[in-house]
């Protein structure tokens, strides 16, 4: 029988609801097959705990007196956006400081903001009739502040490459640091605890969807930038799904440093991790089955990141089971592999959110409005400038 989210939210209300982690569920199918599992479970609950250098936080300072616009802004001598209104900025994840260089960034700003760290805030202004003042520093904790929230262009990415290297030389990467001739391969999801490849075709997760971010409850804004659909088919009833996205926003000040982490990556920079978790409601045999999948059917694709192009060479297709096993085979060897995800994070953040769905704290958000079936990746085209 197919279930609404309607109906769903009513059995959390009334604490009637049956939760289960993705991997509770997988084990239920395995027991019970799909059909069973799918009357006996209402929700899943899935989990990431990733970097994600696509993040970054909305920030309102309020006025100081005299008032000043800001168009030039430090926190803790990271540069943060001043072309926004006189006291709004943005922070991005990756953004260096000027005075540590790799070991610190905004990620670090954002995440000792969340843990009531001071902040020293410089601003810089040209000056006007309405806003006279023309410099001013001083020192800000999350709670100074009106809004803090992470606007987050591009997370939760579906599917994304494993990284090798066939070079010589070690290369430092956003995937780890890469070890001459095929020395490692490193990879970046929870695999069959990962959001968009338990709903792959996004039948539940749209703008709108109430997610967990971070610790607070958040939502989906909006489709991730570089968001596109691929299907491709590895053999009979085994399909690789990757390039959906998705753009996500949460309250900072809700949120915990446990779920909350920023990285320094050796000789290339700072990033954020971030963790999410998403409910999806089990509305019928169709859905049960894609929440079915396992790590051996989910496969991404080994790319040599020594190739300085867009497109990389591709040297073969994975199983994220053969990845989690620590070693695959490449060019007839055995090369040791390692997540850049926390399968432990992954796993606690799906528990809390079925633990909150459990105590009627979290209701599922059917979405407002469906994210695009068809989306054309654009590269960036060179053209003459004269």
């Known amino acids: 029988m197919a279930k609404t989210f309607d109906e769903i939210n009513e059995k959390i209300k009334d604490g009637k609801v049956v939760v289960l982690t993705a991997e509770e569920f997988k084990d239920l199918v395995e027991e019970k097959g799909v059909a069973q599992a799918a009357k006996e479970v209402d929700v899943v609950t899935t989990g990431t705990f990733s970097p994600m250098c696509s993040s970054g936080a909305f920030i309102n300072f309020g006025h100081s007196d005299p008032p000043i616009r800001m168009n030039r802004i430090w926190l803790n001598d990271v540069p943060a956006y001043g072309g926004l209104a006189a006291v709004d900025t943005y922070i991005g994840a990756t953004e260096l400081s000027e005075t540590q260089g790799f070991e610190y960034g905004g990620a670090h700003v954002i995440q000792d903001l ?7 805030l410089r601003a810089e202004s040209y000056g006007t009739d309405c806003y006279p003042r023309k410099e001013i520093t001083t020192y800000i904790t999350l709670d100074d502040l009106n809004q803090a929230y992470l606007f987050n262009p591009r997370n939760a990415y579906q599917n994304y490459n494993a990284a090798t290297n066939s070079s010589d030389r070690i290369l430092y990467t956003y995937m780890g640091t890469l070890l001459p001739q095929y020395g490692n391969v490193t990879y970046c999801t929870s695999g069959e605890l990962s959001p968009l490849l338990n709903d792959p075709e996004l039948r539940s997760i749209g703008i709108g969807t109430r997610i967990f971010i971070g610790g ?3 939502y989906v804004a909006w489709e991730g930038t570089q968001f596109v659909r691929n299907k491709e088919v590895i053999r009979d009833g085994v399909i690789q799904y990757s390039g959906a996205t998705l753009a996500v926003v949460g309250d ?3 949120m915990s440093s446990r779920f909350i982490r920023a990285a320094s990556y050796e000789k290339y920079g700072t990033t954020l991790f971030v963790g999410i978790g998403i409910p999806i409601p089990v509305l019928d045999e169709d859905m049960a089955k894609f929440l079915a999948v396992r790590n051996r059917d ?3 694709q080994v790319v040599d990141y020594s190739v300085p ?3 990389r060479p591709v040297l073969r297709k994975v199983s994220y089971e053969e990845l989690r096993s620590g070693t695959i085979e490449l060019n007839g060897k055995k090369v040791p592999t ?4 926390s399968l432990r994070k992954a796993r606690e953040i799906a528990q809390v959110l079925k633990e909150m769905i459990l105590k009627g704290e979290f209701l599922l958000q059917e979405p407002i409005q469906k994210l695009p079936e068809d989306r054309r990746f654009n590269p960036l085209k060179e053209r003459e400038v004269k």
């Open 114 to 120: 969340i843990d009531g760290k001071k902040i020293k």
């Open 338 to 341: 390692a997540p850049l995800s």
């Open 216 to 218: 607070a409850q958040g």
């Open 298 to 300: 989910i496969y991404t």
């Open 252 to 254: 900072m000040k809700q």
């Open 309 to 311: 192009s867009r497109s």
